[in-house]
């Protein structure tokens, strides 16, 4: 199940959509943000009971 999670771009602070896929479980996944196209590694908390999303963050890729 996707949902689209909007969260903030570590590099240019614009808000940004990331597409969370729970079937996998918690993960982490890097996604170019939309604005500045810097890489972003998401890391993606999955609540195991709903397959939702619990919590989804946004840093630096090389941080
Ligand atoms: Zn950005």
Do not use: K
Request: with cysteine; hydrophobic share 35%; proline share 6%.
């Amino acid at each position: 199940m996707y949902e689209t999670v909007t969260t903030e771009c570590p590099w240019c602070g614009a808000p940004t959509e990331v597409s969370a896929d729970c079937s996998a479980g918690s993960q982490i996944f890097v996604e170019d943000c939309m604005v500045c196209c810097s890489p972003m590694l998401i890391r993606l908390e999955c609540d195991p009971l709903t397959d939702g999303v619990a919590a989804l963050t946004a840093v630096r890729e090389n941080e």
